[in-house]
């Protein structure tokens, strides 16, 4: 693995797929990317999470946390091609992503997400809210538990790895961030969405 700058997929994915706890991000300008690979991944996602308690919403009426973070996963098929990403909801910032993943579930991604949100935050000493839309994964999460009806098979080995990675996580830690339900009808999609629907 080479840690650096890459102008696209193809060549990140050669660095990251394979390495346990590799980090990645994308950015829409090389200035921003060149910031944030001189700053290093943990000074750069505190300021990240600093400016967003800087940021407060222009409207009264919102009934979300802007200070929070959002999960989401997206699949291609139910099994399929799974990944799943957290995102900063006052900036729209992507502070991970991971996969895509052969043959997972939607909850599966969700479940992920919500204990990697947790498990980031903790390492980093920030703590926000974590939202998800998928009830079913949060309660996975209170019960610290992932239960899939899915078969383990080789081409999904490395989902069961971090499946079991996250259930020990939630076994061995506690963590004081609320896990809550976004609410899709009233607040429309979120903001951790993918945008396949």
């Given at each position: 693995?080479?840690?650096?700058?890459?102008?696209?997929?193809?060549?990140?994915?050669?660095?990251?797929i394979?390495?346990e706890?590799?980090?990645?991000?994308?950015?829409p300008?090389?200035?921003?990317?060149?910031?944030?690979?001189?700053?290093g991944?943990?000074?750069?996602?505190?300021?990240?999470v600093?400016?967003?308690?800087?940021?407060?919403?222009n409207?009264?009426?919102?009934?979300?946390?802007?200070?929070?973070?959002?999960?989401?996963?997206a699949?291609?098929?139910?099994?399929?091609?799974m990944?799943?990403?957290?995102?900063l909801?006052?900036?729209?910032?992507?502070?991970?992503?991971?996969?895509?993943?052969?043959?997972?579930t939607?909850?599966?991604?969700?479940?992920?997400?919500?204990?990697?949100?947790?498990?980031?935050?903790?390492?980093?000493?920030?703590?926000?809210?974590?939202?998800?839309?998928?009830?079913?994964?949060?309660?996975?999460?209170?019960?610290?538990?992932?239960?899939?009806?899915?078969?383990?098979?080789?081409?999904?080995?490395?989902?069961?790895?971090?499946?079991?990675?996250?259930?020990?996580?939630?076994?061995?830690?506690?963590?004081?961030?609320?896990?809550?339900?976004?609410?899709?009808?009233?607040?429309?999609e979120?903001?951790?969405d993918?945008?396949?629907k």
């Open positions: 693995m080479q840690p650096g700058i890459y102008e696209n997929w193809e060549d990140c994915k050669l660095q990251v394979g390495f706890d590799a980090q990645y991000k994308s950015f300008t090389m200035s921003e990317a060149q910031e944030a690979y001189e700053q991944s943990i000074a750069y996602r505190q300021q990240v600093e400016k967003t308690f800087e940021l407060r919403s409207t009264s009426d919102e009934s979300y946390i802007r200070e929070s973070l959002a999960v989401d996963a699949c291609s098929g139910n099994p399929g091609a990944e799943y990403r957290g995102m909801v006052a900036t729209g910032k992507e502070m991970f992503h991971v996969g895509p993943l052969a043959q997972g939607n909850n599966i991604g969700e479940f992920l997400a919500i204990v990697h949100a947790l498990a980031l935050m903790k390492r980093d000493h920030f703590s926000l809210p974590v939202y998800s839309d998928s009830q079913n994964a949060i309660t996975w999460v209170r019960k610290k538990q992932c239960r899939t009806k899915l078969e383990q098979t080789p081409e999904n080995v490395r989902i069961f790895e971090l499946i079991a990675r996250a259930e020990k996580w939630l076994n061995e830690n506690t963590f004081e961030n609320a896990v809550l339900k976004w609410d899709t009808a009233s607040w429309g979120i903001p951790a993918f945008g396949r």
